[in-house]
């Protein structure tokens, strides 16, 4: 019979540290990507580790990965074509450009252009090439209706193929989805299963923002609660002119942010929800900061195999 080592030896702290491997590869990491931000907005990059809290379902996790580096990123622009966007169309693709200009170099990125059906607009699945970006910004057809959420999932879908850990959809509207064959339910979770951050941009008319009428409403809660969702962020600008430092914004925001990761302290494969949330403890210096990241994820489902 052979009996286990003696606690404290080498070859116990041995047998532990395997153990501890193989949960960690029957467990997924959780990688969350976090902003934060002091009471003006500002971006704030110099916390530390021990500044953070994670929970899972209100349990606290252990973080078992802290970064804040530059890190390239898949992203993907998609951009309302449809009728109602022909005047707006040029101001939105430099904005877009200028996003487009002021991320890191090293992201790859593809552009998405949808009314009643969405295409993919760059040559080859991604790129980094300005112009091809651009050619593909350019190819404006402004007709039809807005499937917004069959564009959404057919996007996020194409995120997949990405080789950059960390994964960004830039989506600009001017309506609401009238045309989509999927629920806006089954596109917002979706987007939680994706683990991509949504960022929205409502560019919505003098008269839909003076009357609010009911389909803007449902348009800027939809837009609201992917982007909340996602641990991205949803603007609604009041001119065509503050899309453009807005796409900046949300181009620094990206570059600006933690990225912490942790092994859950519930390993059941079971598909359920998990809440989560980010708590940051302010340094001396700062009186309040702002933390955002995605609400959630959704635990992998058991295989056959396991």
């Known amino acids: 019979m ?3 080592p003696p606690p404290g030896s080498p ?25 934060v931000a002091d009471t003006r907005g500002e971006f704030v990059s110099d916390l530390r580790s021990g500044n953070f809290k994670v929970f899972e379902n209100k349990i606290e996790q252990k973080i078992s990965l802290f970064s804040r580096d530059d890190v390239p ?11 109602s966007m022909r005047a707006k169309r040029a101001q939105v693709n430099a904005a877009a450009m200028s996003f487009v200009r ?3 170099p090293q992201d790859e990125a593809f552009v998405v252009n949808f009314n009643d059906e969405y295409y993919l607009d ?3 699945d991604f790129t980094n090439d300005q112009k091809n970006m651009n050619d593909a910004l350019a190819h404006i057809d402004t007709r039809g209706s807005t499937a917004l959420y069959d564009a959404l999932i057919g996007s996020l879908d194409h995120l997949k193929k990405g080789h950059k850990d960390k994964r960004v959809l830039l989506v600009v509207t001017d309506g609401v989805d009238n045309a989509s064959r999927q629920s806006f339910e089954s596109t917002i979770k979706i987007a939680e299963q994706s683990s991509a951050a949504i960022y929205a941009i409502g560019v919505f008319s003098d008269e839909d923002r003076r009357t609010e009428k009911g389909d803007v409403r449902k ?3 939809d837009l609201k609660a992917l982007a909340e969702a996602t641990g991205g962020e949803a603007f609604f600008p009041a001119t065509l002119e503050e899309v453009t430092p807005i796409c900046e914004r949300i181009a620094k925001e990206i570059r600006n942010q933690y990225t912490l990761g942790y092994y859950p302290t519930n390993a059941a494969k079971d598909g359920s929800f998990r809440e989560v949330k980010v708590e940051v403890i302010p340094p001396s210096g700062y009186d309040r900061l702002s933390v955002r990241t995605r609400v959630g994820y959704y635990a992998p489902k058991a295989s056959a195999a396991d």
Not at 20 to 26: I, N, R, T, V, Y
């Open 219 to 221: 348009a800027r809660k």
């Open 2 to 4: 052979n009996l286990p």
């Open 122 to 124: 760059t040559e080859g």
């Open 11 to 35: 070859e116990a702290a041995a047998e532990a540290t395997a153990r501890q491997h193989s949960l960690k590869s029957e467990v997924e990491l959780v990688a969350l990507h976090v902003t």
């Open 73 to 83: 990123v898949t992203m993907g622009l998609v951009v309302d074509n449809s009728a």
């Open 102 to 104: 002021t991320s890191n």
